[in-house]
Protein backbone atom coordinates (compact mmCIF):
# COMPACT_ATOMS: atom_id res chain seq x y z
CA UNK A 1 0.00 0.00 0.00
CA UNK A 2 2.59 2.41 0.62
CA UNK A 3 4.51 1.78 -2.23
CA UNK A 4 1.45 2.56 -4.39
CA UNK A 5 0.80 6.05 -2.41
CA UNK A 6 4.49 6.61 -3.13
CA UNK A 7 3.83 5.75 -7.13
CA UNK A 8 0.52 7.69 -6.94
CA UNK A 9 2.23 10.45 -5.00
CA UNK A 10 5.41 11.17 -7.64
CA UNK A 11 2.42 10.77 -10.46
CA UNK A 12 0.60 13.85 -8.79
CA UNK A 13 3.87 15.84 -8.54
CA UNK A 14 4.94 15.19 -12.43
CA UNK A 15 1.38 15.99 -13.46
CA UNK A 16 1.21 19.50 -12.16
CA UNK A 17 4.60 20.15 -13.03
CA UNK A 18 4.10 19.33 -16.54
CA UNK A 19 0.85 21.40 -16.33
CA UNK A 20 2.60 24.12 -14.69
CA UNK A 21 5.27 24.15 -17.73
CA UNK A 22 2.25 24.28 -20.09
CA UNK A 23 0.79 27.16 -18.09
CA UNK A 24 4.19 28.82 -18.48
CA UNK A 25 5.36 27.91 -21.54
CA UNK A 26 2.51 28.59 -24.40
CA UNK A 27 2.90 26.00 -27.08
CA UNK A 28 4.73 27.18 -30.31
CA UNK A 29 5.33 25.32 -33.45
CA UNK A 30 8.79 24.52 -33.87
CA UNK A 31 9.79 26.07 -36.61
CA UNK A 32 8.94 29.52 -34.54
CA UNK A 33 5.50 30.50 -35.46
CA UNK A 34 3.47 32.83 -32.68
CA UNK A 35 1.52 29.77 -30.42
CA UNK A 36 -1.39 28.39 -31.30
CA UNK A 37 -4.01 30.93 -30.60
CA UNK A 38 -1.74 33.70 -29.62
CA UNK A 39 -3.13 36.78 -31.66
CA UNK A 40 -0.94 37.41 -34.71
CA UNK A 41 -2.24 39.42 -37.98
CA UNK A 42 -1.12 37.93 -41.35
CA UNK A 43 -0.61 40.29 -44.27
CA UNK A 44 0.04 39.16 -47.88
CA UNK A 45 -1.30 39.53 -51.61
CA UNK A 46 -4.77 37.64 -52.84
CA UNK A 47 -6.27 37.39 -56.12
CA UNK A 48 -8.87 39.54 -56.79
CA UNK A 49 -11.84 37.07 -56.55
CA UNK A 50 -11.36 35.98 -53.03
CA UNK A 51 -10.93 39.41 -51.77
CA UNK A 52 -15.09 39.35 -50.45
CA UNK A 53 -14.48 35.84 -49.09
CA UNK A 54 -11.61 37.17 -46.63
CA UNK A 55 -13.96 40.30 -45.91
CA UNK A 56 -16.92 37.93 -44.61
CA UNK A 57 -17.54 38.63 -41.58
CA UNK A 58 -18.31 34.85 -40.66
CA UNK A 59 -14.90 33.82 -42.03
CA UNK A 60 -13.22 36.83 -40.29
CA UNK A 61 -14.76 35.97 -37.08
CA UNK A 62 -13.84 31.81 -37.26
CA UNK A 63 -10.40 32.70 -38.15
CA UNK A 64 -9.81 35.35 -35.00
CA UNK A 65 -11.81 33.50 -32.80
CA UNK A 66 -11.09 30.25 -33.63
CA UNK A 67 -7.20 30.52 -34.43
CA UNK A 68 -6.23 33.79 -33.53
CA UNK A 69 -5.62 35.60 -36.75
CA UNK A 70 -6.40 38.30 -38.39
CA UNK A 71 -5.92 38.75 -41.78
CA UNK A 72 -4.71 42.11 -43.95
CA UNK A 73 -5.11 41.15 -47.70
CA UNK A 74 -3.98 43.10 -50.86
CA UNK A 75 -5.36 42.70 -54.01
CA UNK A 76 -3.01 41.94 -56.74
CA UNK A 77 -3.18 39.78 -59.89
CA UNK A 78 -2.07 36.57 -59.70
CA UNK A 79 1.05 37.13 -62.12
CA UNK A 80 1.77 40.55 -60.08
CA UNK A 81 2.55 38.85 -56.74
CA UNK A 82 5.99 40.38 -56.33
CA UNK A 83 8.12 42.20 -53.57
CA UNK A 84 6.91 39.54 -50.29
CA UNK A 85 9.70 40.46 -48.15
CA UNK A 86 8.05 40.79 -44.61
CA UNK A 87 4.29 38.88 -46.04
CA UNK A 88 3.26 36.18 -44.25
CA UNK A 89 1.43 34.24 -47.43
CA UNK A 90 0.60 34.86 -51.22
CA UNK A 91 -3.02 33.26 -52.43
CA UNK A 92 -2.68 33.29 -56.12
CA UNK A 93 -5.35 31.56 -58.15
CA UNK A 94 -3.65 28.78 -60.20
CA UNK A 95 -1.19 26.00 -60.16
CA UNK A 96 1.04 27.95 -63.14
CA UNK A 97 0.97 30.87 -61.37
CA UNK A 98 2.26 28.65 -58.26
CA UNK A 99 4.89 27.06 -60.12
CA UNK A 100 6.07 30.49 -62.04
CA UNK A 101 6.74 31.48 -58.34
CA UNK A 102 8.38 28.32 -57.29
CA UNK A 103 11.08 28.91 -59.89
CA UNK A 104 11.71 32.75 -58.75
CA UNK A 105 11.62 31.72 -54.92
CA UNK A 106 13.67 28.27 -53.45
CA UNK A 107 13.13 28.42 -49.68
CA UNK A 108 10.79 25.82 -50.00
CA UNK A 109 7.62 27.75 -48.93
CA UNK A 110 4.56 25.64 -48.00
CA UNK A 111 1.53 25.15 -50.18
CA UNK A 112 -1.53 23.90 -50.67
CA UNK A 113 -4.76 24.41 -53.01
CA UNK A 114 -7.58 25.34 -50.91
CA UNK A 115 -10.50 25.79 -53.42
CA UNK A 116 -10.91 25.21 -56.75
CA UNK A 117 -12.99 27.20 -59.88
CA UNK A 118 -13.38 26.49 -63.43
CA UNK A 119 -12.90 28.44 -65.85
CA UNK A 120 -16.13 30.26 -67.36
CA UNK A 121 -17.87 32.20 -69.50
CA UNK A 122 -20.81 34.56 -68.71
CA UNK A 123 -23.01 36.21 -71.33
CA UNK A 124 -26.83 37.55 -71.27
CA UNK A 125 -29.33 35.47 -72.21
CA UNK A 126 -29.99 37.04 -76.03
CA UNK A 127 -26.40 36.40 -76.58
CA UNK A 128 -26.95 32.57 -75.31
CA UNK A 129 -29.98 32.22 -77.52
CA UNK A 130 -27.91 33.20 -80.82
CA UNK A 131 -25.34 30.64 -79.91
CA UNK A 132 -27.38 28.05 -79.30
CA UNK A 133 -29.06 28.60 -82.69
CA UNK A 134 -25.93 28.82 -84.16
CA UNK A 135 -25.14 25.48 -83.00
CA UNK A 136 -21.84 26.36 -80.54
CA UNK A 137 -23.95 25.87 -77.35
CA UNK A 138 -26.17 23.32 -75.68
CA UNK A 139 -27.99 23.45 -72.45
CA UNK A 140 -27.58 19.91 -70.40
CA UNK A 141 -29.54 19.53 -67.16
CA UNK A 142 -30.14 22.90 -66.89
CA UNK A 143 -26.58 24.18 -67.58
CA UNK A 144 -24.67 25.80 -70.61
CA UNK A 145 -22.24 24.74 -72.44
CA UNK A 146 -20.44 25.72 -75.28
CA UNK A 147 -20.45 22.59 -77.24
CA UNK A 148 -18.11 24.08 -80.22
CA UNK A 149 -15.86 26.18 -78.57
CA UNK A 150 -13.50 26.01 -81.15
CA UNK A 151 -16.20 27.02 -83.89
CA UNK A 152 -17.01 30.49 -81.40
CA UNK A 153 -12.88 30.79 -81.50
CA UNK A 154 -13.03 30.19 -85.79
CA UNK A 155 -15.22 33.21 -85.91
CA UNK A 156 -13.99 35.66 -83.70
CA UNK A 157 -10.80 34.92 -85.68
CA UNK A 158 -12.47 35.41 -89.07
CA UNK A 159 -13.81 38.25 -87.69
CA UNK A 160 -17.43 37.44 -87.60
CA UNK A 161 -19.97 40.76 -86.94
CA UNK A 162 -22.56 40.12 -84.12
CA UNK A 163 -24.98 40.49 -86.37
CA UNK A 164 -24.12 37.10 -88.65
CA UNK A 165 -25.49 35.74 -85.59
CA UNK A 166 -28.78 37.56 -85.44
CA UNK A 167 -27.72 40.12 -82.76
CA UNK A 168 -27.43 43.49 -84.76
CA UNK A 169 -27.91 45.80 -81.57
CA UNK A 170 -24.53 44.61 -80.73
CA UNK A 171 -21.54 46.90 -82.18
CA UNK A 172 -18.28 45.45 -84.24
CA UNK A 173 -17.30 41.49 -84.19
CA UNK A 174 -17.79 38.83 -82.01
CA UNK A 175 -15.58 38.59 -79.39
CA UNK A 176 -14.79 37.49 -75.91
CA UNK A 177 -13.55 39.70 -73.11
CA UNK A 178 -10.35 38.88 -70.61
CA UNK A 179 -8.55 40.42 -68.59
CA UNK A 180 -5.12 41.01 -69.23
CA UNK A 181 -3.37 37.50 -69.25
CA UNK A 182 0.30 39.41 -68.39
CA UNK A 183 -0.71 40.11 -64.82
CA UNK A 184 -4.41 38.57 -64.33
CA UNK A 185 -4.85 34.79 -63.83
CA UNK A 186 -8.13 34.45 -65.12
CA UNK A 187 -6.55 35.80 -68.69
CA UNK A 188 -3.66 34.01 -68.50
CA UNK A 189 -5.44 30.45 -67.77
CA UNK A 190 -7.74 31.30 -70.81
CA UNK A 191 -4.86 32.44 -72.67
CA UNK A 192 -3.32 28.81 -72.22
CA UNK A 193 -6.95 27.12 -72.86
CA UNK A 194 -6.64 29.06 -76.36
CA UNK A 195 -3.54 28.32 -77.45
CA UNK A 196 -4.75 24.37 -76.89
CA UNK A 197 -8.02 25.06 -78.88
CA UNK A 198 -5.62 26.35 -81.69
CA UNK A 199 -3.31 23.63 -81.11
CA UNK A 200 -5.99 21.01 -82.48
CA UNK A 201 -7.45 20.18 -78.74
CA UNK A 202 -3.62 19.40 -77.64
CA UNK A 203 -1.89 21.02 -74.50
CA UNK A 204 0.98 22.82 -76.18
CA UNK A 205 4.10 22.13 -75.68
CA UNK A 206 7.42 23.91 -75.80
CA UNK A 207 7.96 22.13 -78.77
CA UNK A 208 4.99 22.90 -80.75
CA UNK A 209 4.47 26.15 -79.28
CA UNK A 210 5.79 28.46 -82.06
CA UNK A 211 3.20 27.32 -84.18
CA UNK A 212 0.03 28.90 -81.83
CA UNK A 213 2.04 32.16 -81.01
CA UNK A 214 1.02 34.76 -83.63
CA UNK A 215 -2.91 33.75 -83.71
CA UNK A 216 -3.03 33.76 -79.56
CA UNK A 217 -0.99 37.30 -79.92
CA UNK A 218 -3.63 38.40 -82.75
CA UNK A 219 -6.57 37.61 -80.48
CA UNK A 220 -5.69 39.23 -77.60
CA UNK A 221 -4.37 42.15 -79.44
CA UNK A 222 -8.04 42.78 -80.86
CA UNK A 223 -9.60 43.01 -77.49
CA UNK A 224 -7.86 46.36 -76.61
CA UNK A 225 -7.35 47.96 -73.37
CA UNK A 226 -8.30 44.92 -70.42
CA UNK A 227 -8.64 45.16 -67.53
CA UNK A 228 -6.06 43.64 -64.85
CA UNK A 229 -8.20 42.45 -62.20
CA UNK A 230 -11.05 39.52 -63.03
CA UNK A 231 -13.34 41.09 -60.20
CA UNK A 232 -13.03 44.55 -62.11
CA UNK A 233 -13.89 43.02 -65.08
CA UNK A 234 -17.17 41.31 -63.78
CA UNK A 235 -17.84 44.55 -62.32
CA UNK A 236 -17.81 46.61 -65.45
CA UNK A 237 -19.74 43.19 -67.08
CA UNK A 238 -22.07 43.77 -64.69
CA UNK A 239 -23.06 47.47 -64.37
CA UNK A 240 -22.52 47.81 -68.22
CA UNK A 241 -24.54 45.39 -69.35
CA UNK A 242 -24.59 43.91 -72.74
CA UNK A 243 -23.99 46.08 -75.49
CA UNK A 244 -20.02 46.62 -73.41
CA UNK A 245 -19.38 43.44 -72.56
CA UNK A 246 -21.56 40.34 -74.80
CA UNK A 247 -19.18 37.86 -73.20
CA UNK A 248 -16.75 37.78 -70.47
CA UNK A 249 -14.01 35.30 -69.41
CA UNK A 250 -14.14 34.66 -65.25
CA UNK A 251 -14.76 32.30 -62.57
CA UNK A 252 -17.68 30.33 -61.67
CA UNK A 253 -17.84 31.91 -58.42
CA UNK A 254 -18.21 35.00 -59.27
CA UNK A 255 -21.86 35.05 -60.16
CA UNK A 256 -22.51 33.42 -56.92
CA UNK A 257 -21.03 35.67 -54.93
CA UNK A 258 -22.28 38.94 -56.59
CA UNK A 259 -26.62 37.20 -56.43
CA UNK A 260 -25.81 36.63 -52.96
CA UNK A 261 -24.38 40.00 -52.17
CA UNK A 262 -26.50 42.35 -53.50
CA UNK A 263 -30.38 40.22 -53.70
CA UNK A 264 -32.09 42.94 -54.69
CA UNK A 265 -30.55 42.12 -58.15
CA UNK A 266 -31.33 38.33 -58.18
CA UNK A 267 -34.34 37.95 -60.01
CA UNK A 268 -33.04 40.60 -62.91
CA UNK A 269 -29.69 38.65 -62.99
CA UNK A 270 -31.10 35.45 -63.49
CA UNK A 271 -33.36 36.33 -65.55
CA UNK A 272 -30.46 38.02 -68.24
CA UNK A 273 -27.21 36.54 -67.13
CA UNK A 274 -26.02 33.19 -67.90
CA UNK A 275 -22.64 30.72 -67.29
CA UNK A 276 -21.26 29.21 -69.88
CA UNK A 277 -19.13 26.48 -69.35
CA UNK A 278 -16.60 25.65 -71.92
CA UNK A 279 -15.68 22.60 -73.35
CA UNK A 280 -13.58 21.85 -72.12
CA UNK A 281 -12.46 23.96 -69.82
CA UNK A 282 -9.61 24.30 -67.38
CA UNK A 283 -9.53 24.49 -63.51
CA UNK A 284 -8.06 27.16 -61.45
CA UNK A 285 -6.87 26.09 -58.83
CA UNK A 286 -6.45 28.63 -55.35
CA UNK A 287 -3.08 27.44 -53.88
CA UNK A 288 -2.25 28.96 -50.79
CA UNK A 289 1.72 29.83 -50.07
CA UNK A 290 3.23 30.09 -46.57
CA UNK A 291 6.11 31.92 -46.77
CA UNK A 292 6.22 32.15 -43.01
CA UNK A 293 5.37 29.83 -39.62
CA UNK A 294 2.20 32.61 -39.34
CA UNK A 295 1.44 32.07 -42.82
CA UNK A 296 1.36 28.18 -42.30
CA UNK A 297 -1.06 29.06 -39.62
CA UNK A 298 -3.35 30.51 -42.29
CA UNK A 299 -2.99 28.25 -44.39
CA UNK A 300 -3.83 25.25 -42.06
CA UNK A 301 -6.80 27.76 -40.57
CA UNK A 302 -8.61 27.97 -44.04
CA UNK A 303 -8.85 24.04 -44.44
CA UNK A 304 -11.43 24.45 -41.60
CA UNK A 305 -14.55 22.78 -42.31
CA UNK A 306 -16.89 25.95 -41.49
CA UNK A 307 -14.49 28.15 -43.59
CA UNK A 308 -15.24 25.43 -46.55
CA UNK A 309 -18.73 25.31 -46.46
CA UNK A 310 -18.90 29.19 -46.29
CA UNK A 311 -16.63 29.38 -49.32
CA UNK A 312 -19.05 27.23 -51.08
CA UNK A 313 -22.35 28.83 -50.12
CA UNK A 314 -21.64 32.05 -49.80
CA UNK A 315 -19.03 32.59 -52.22
CA UNK A 316 -19.01 29.93 -54.71
CA UNK A 317 -15.19 28.23 -54.39
CA UNK A 318 -15.50 24.49 -54.78
CA UNK A 319 -13.25 22.71 -52.15
CA UNK A 320 -9.79 21.79 -52.92
CA UNK A 321 -10.43 19.29 -49.78
CA UNK A 322 -10.59 15.81 -50.15
CA UNK A 323 -14.19 14.49 -49.01
CA UNK A 324 -16.13 17.63 -48.99
CA UNK A 325 -18.55 17.71 -51.26
CA UNK A 326 -20.54 21.01 -52.94
CA UNK A 327 -24.09 20.82 -53.55
CA UNK A 328 -25.62 23.27 -56.73
CA UNK A 329 -28.71 22.83 -54.91
CA UNK A 330 -28.01 25.13 -51.34
CA UNK A 331 -26.71 28.42 -54.21
CA UNK A 332 -28.80 31.15 -55.03
CA UNK A 333 -27.85 30.53 -58.91
CA UNK A 334 -29.17 28.14 -61.38
CA UNK A 335 -27.86 26.17 -64.07
CA UNK A 336 -24.39 25.31 -62.09
CA UNK A 337 -23.71 21.64 -62.66
CA UNK A 338 -22.71 19.31 -59.73
CA UNK A 339 -19.63 18.05 -61.12
CA UNK A 340 -17.16 19.75 -63.68
CA UNK A 341 -15.81 17.61 -66.46
CA UNK A 342 -14.29 17.80 -69.97
CA UNK A 343 -11.27 19.26 -68.51
CA UNK A 344 -8.32 19.81 -70.03
CA UNK A 345 -4.63 20.57 -68.55
CA UNK A 346 -2.59 23.81 -68.64
CA UNK A 347 0.37 24.29 -70.65
CA UNK A 348 3.89 23.99 -68.52
CA UNK A 349 4.86 27.41 -66.77
CA UNK A 350 7.87 27.26 -69.65
CA UNK A 351 5.12 27.07 -72.50
CA UNK A 352 3.06 29.82 -70.76
CA UNK A 353 6.18 32.18 -70.57
CA UNK A 354 6.52 32.15 -74.33
CA UNK A 355 2.99 32.81 -75.05
CA UNK A 356 2.79 35.83 -72.33
CA UNK A 357 5.75 37.29 -73.84
CA UNK A 358 4.07 37.20 -76.85
CA UNK A 359 0.50 38.93 -75.99
CA UNK A 360 2.47 41.57 -73.77
CA UNK A 361 4.45 42.86 -76.93
CA UNK A 362 1.12 42.65 -78.75
Sequence with gaps: MKSNAGIALLVAVVAVSVGAYFLTHKTS???????????????????????????DPAVANILHDRFGLTVKADKAGSLEMTGLTGKDFAWPSSQVALEMFKEKDTTGS????????????????????ALQQAHLVKQIDGAYYVTDFRGLIDKIQKGAKWESLGLGDLYGAVSIHTTDPTTSNSGMMFCG??????????????????HVLGPTKSFFAQLGLME?????????????????????VGYENQLVEFVLQHPEHAPLIKQQIRILYPRPTVWSNHPMI???????????ALKDPEIQR?????????????????????????GIPTRIENVMQMPRPSVMQKLLGAVGHG
Design 228 to 248: RSSADLFSQFVTQGMGSNPIM
Design 29 to 55: SPTGAAPVGEPVTVTGPVGGEKIDLLN
Design 110 to 129: RNEVIFNSPVVLYSWDKVVQ
Design 310 to 334: IAWERHGFRSGMVGIQNDPKVLEVV
Design 193 to 210: LLANLLNDGKVVTDANVD
Design 290 to 300: ALTPNGERLLG
